[in-house]
């Protein structure tokens, strides 16, 4: 496996947990406000980190670090990512996967392994805007649909996630995820952050008040939803 960065120690991506995050290359979605464009749509492999500098990294960590976030990218298109997931174990490391939820047969497999821990799978819009969002037209909720369900039967820790853009959501799409995802075990909407690797710029956050308005019109359908990055 070959990735596109690194975050050495993170406080925030795996909850509970002091964790470093990788970035695989790569991804199917094309979301304006992706944080990893930069990242996922490298073209020159010498930017690459290849697998051996992660894993003689992670060894140094051993005993200091609790977890592994596996981020992208989506990093569910990688074929190895099982191996690679087994040399983690290895070293001790618990796994947060980080996904899109567009690979439902590979997030099973992971999880009916035990292979992953935590599962963080984001939610990008209301089932009407989800295509639009993704930048994919006519894109097919069907494996999202069912990476949903597969989280829900699980004994696996996870999360569901959607980052709050001005352009791109409204009050009612929210509640429209919120009824959607309605038996989730957790869900946070999360503050955009506006940044130079994002794919497009000039897109604009909420403020955190109006955040809170948000919370309040879901809370009553998705008592376990909370706010992240405030």
């Known amino acids: ?14 909850p509970d947990k002091t964790a470093c995050t990788i970035f695989t290359v790569g991804c199917n979605f094309d979301c304006k406000y992706c944080q990893n464009s930069s990242l996922i749509n490298q073209s020159d492999s010498k930017d690459y ?19 592994v976030c596996i981020s992208g990218g989506e990093p569910l298109m990688q074929d190895d990512l099982d191996t690679f997931i087994d ?9 947060k996967l980080d996904t899109n939820g567009s690979y439902p ?11 992953v821990d935590h599962v963080a799978m984001d939610i990008k819009n209301s089932p009407e805007k989800y295509a639009m ?7 097919d909720l069907t494996p ?6 597969i989280l829900h039967s699980s004994q696996v820790s996870y999360e569901f996630r959607t980052t709050v853009v001005r352009e791109l959501h409204t009050v009612e799409d929210l ?3 919120a009824q959607w995802i309605f038996d989730a075990k957790k869900f946070y909407l999360q503050t955009f952050v506006d940044s130079e690797g994002v794919s497009q710029r000039g897109l604009h956050s909420y403020s955190d008040s109006e955040m809170l308005r948000f919370l309040s019109n879901i809370i009553d359908i998705l008592p376990n939803a909370e706010l992240r990055g405030m």
């Open 49 to 67: 980190i290849d697998e051996t500098e992660i894993l003689g990294f992670l060894k140094t960590r051993q005993n200091l670090l609790d977890g």
């Open 1 to 14: 496996m070959v990735f596109g960065g690194i975050q050495k120690l993170t406080l925030l991506d795996y």
């Open 87 to 95: 040399k983690l174990k290895a070293l001790g490391f618990l796994i």
């Open 133 to 139: 969002t993704i930048g994919v037209p006519d894109y």
């Open 175 to 177: 509640i429209s995820i």
């Open 105 to 115: 047969d590979k997030l099973e497999k992971l999880i009916v392994s035990g292979r």
């Open 144 to 149: 999202i649909i069912k990476s949903m369900e």
